[in-house]
């Protein structure tokens, strides 16, 4: 298999709706039918360590069409767009991960996510944890996603946010997430990280 080509698979349930257990269909923020139209879309999902429980919850879930995506990004200052895109260009190598695990036909869910793009940390190490997964219909797209990103990156990348920015995606979360009562203090400076 050429390691450019594109591998698919049905999306695992890891990335259907915690809430529904179903697969997603429509962006969060415009609503649109994301299978019907047959657009990629972004599925993101936040999950935190409950000390009490002793378990990970999903602390939010949000679908992105790609149209909403830009216009997100679109709407951050000049600024935090190039903060962000620096820091990945620095910490990260998605073209190099996405290569090395397509050469060896690695296209199980949980080699892709198991580390910190960044910071190359186990999920079974951090506490919290966003995943993403580019999809097509109901298909999850192996292309550089899907992927995983620890709580001590996303609070490093928060940090490059310009105060307008914050405020944008502070905005944004409080219209189409509703956090678990627990997580809504601390999700006050941590908001969908969507770049």
Not at 16 to 43: A, L, N, R
Not at 50 to 72: N, P, S
Not at 82 to 106: A, G, P, Q, V
Request: aromatic share 10%.
């Amino acid at each position: 298999m050429s390691e450019n080509t594109f591998h698919t698979s049905s999306i695992p349930e890891i990335f259907y709706s915690d809430s529904t257990k179903k697969p997603f269909t429509h962006c969060k923020v415009c609503q649109k039918d994301v299978i019907q139209t047959g657009e990629p879309y972004i599925i993101e999902k936040a999950y935190g360590q409950d000390l009490i429980k002793g378990k990970r919850d999903m602390i939010f879930e949000v679908v992105y069409c790609l149209d909403c995506i830009q216009e997100i990004n679109e709407s951050l200052s000049e600024e935090s767009r190039e903060r962000i895109s620096n820091y990945f260009k620095t910490h990260t190598n998605l073209d190099k991960r996405d290569k090395e695990l397509k050469k060896y036909e690695l296209f199980e869910i949980d080699i892709w996510l198991n580390n910190c793009i960044v910071k190359n940390k186990s999920i079974d190490e951090v506490d919290e944890f966003q995943i993403y997964a580019l999809c097509i219909g109901n298909e999850l797209l192996f292309h550089q996603a899907p992927y995983m990103v620890c709580g001590e990156a996303i609070e490093e990348v928060m940090e490059l946010l310009s105060n307008k920015s914050l405020d944008i995606l502070n905005d944004l979360m409080t219209d189409i997430i509703d956090l678990p009562p627990q997580y809504r203090e601390l999700f006050k400076t941590r908001t969908p990280m969507i770049f």
